[in-house]
């Protein structure tokens, strides 16, 4: 795994296409017990290089119930994103995670974790990406039926501050969802 982390670490195979350069951000550990598989890191956190450091980590952790500590403790939770480097500006918010890195890397880093319990699939890139056809039409059905994935994947939305108007709009989620969620984590976490 030390090796794997520190090739990924260099990586460089999408870099004609990253406008900051590249610079792959994540943390993984043969131990890890839960695998968050995210978009790609924003900018703030190409700049700290830090996964899930800027609002949507702190809502996110929010979320899950865990304190900085927790989330970061790489034995405990892996951060693993579909794109490893910053994707650039979009009209309307990031670009799409690059596709090489999951292509190239997700397998071999999975490979690593048996211990691994529970896989959170945060967005619709990692959703589409891991439930293939299993994913229903829409991000909203997926997260609605999350009991259909369980117990090897668990999808959520992205906890972006730009979606607190699908929050408002889905308040099943913060209501139903999330209390399930919060214990499974605690649960695989306090074994």
């Not at 870099?15 to 968050?36: D, Q, T």
């Not at 490893?84 to 990031?94: I, N, R, V």
């Amino acid at each position: 795994m030390k090796n794997l982390l520190e090739e990924i670490l260099g990586c460089t195979i999408c870099k004609a296409h990253l406008p900051l350069g590249p610079n792959p951000i994540l943390s993984a550990h043969v131990s890890s017990k839960i695998i968050l598989i995210g978009q790609a890191p924003g900018l703030k956190v190409h700049q700290n290089g830090i996964p899930w450091n800027d609002m949507s980590g702190k809502r996110l952790r929010q979320w899950l119930n865990v304190p900085d500590a927790v989330f970061y403790d790489e034995k405990k939770i892996a951060l693993i994103p579909m794109g490893f480097c910053y994707p650039g500006k979009g009209k309307s918010g990031d670009l799409a995670p690059r596709k090489e890195c999951a292509e190239a890397w997700h397998n071999q880093l999975l490979h690593y974790m048996p211990q691994a319990e529970l896989v959170l699939l945060v967005g619709q890139y990692a959703q589409k990406y891991y439930l293939k056809e299993k994913a229903k039409k829409t991000l909203t059905e997926t997260v609605a039926n999350y009991d259909c994935f369980l117990p090897a994947f668990f999808p959520l939305p992205h906890p972006s501050p730009r979606n607190r108007f699908w929050l408002h709009k889905n308040p099943w989620f913060e209501e139903n969802v999330l209390p399930e969620l919060q214990r499974r984590v605690a649960t695989i976490l306090n074994q």
